[in-house]
């Protein structure tokens, strides 16, 4: 039957008329996938194509190191960084979300 919430042998169908609801991951999680990974090869292979010896100066003391190491610290510390900032709020909601349920329930 045309226009039939539920679905029926031509699949759920959408109360609006349009197309039925998407399932599963999206192509916008697997595009963001594939791009993090490119960006992640592209910072490996910058970083082991650049290893001479610099000074770098850090919290008052100067090492030797190779720029490598600077930049796969630097990498590091920004992803634990970039972490945390989307972890924390995460955290957050979660602890109110379940005391939402829990003054529902009462």
Not at 5 to 18: L, T
Not at 26 to 34: D, H, K, Q, R
Not at 72 to 89: E, F, W
Request: glycine share 16%; aromatic share 4%; net charge positive.
């Amino acid at each position: 039957m045309p226009g039939q919430v539920g679905g029926g042998p031509g699949g759920p169908v959408d109360p609006s008329g349009g197309r039925p609801g998407r399932r599963g991951i999206g192509y916008t999680t697997y595009a963001i996938t594939v791009l993090v990974a490119v960006i992640a090869i592209l910072v490996v292979v910058f970083v082991v194509k650049n290893d001479a010896q610099v000074s770098i100066w850090l919290f008052g003391n100067t090492r030797r190191m190779s720029v490598a190491g600077a930049l796969a610290a630097s990498a590091g510390a920004g992803l634990v960084v970039g972490l945390l900032v989307g972890v924390i709020p995460q955290i957050r909601l979660r602890r109110e979300l379940r005391q939402l349920r829990r003054s529902a329930r009462h």
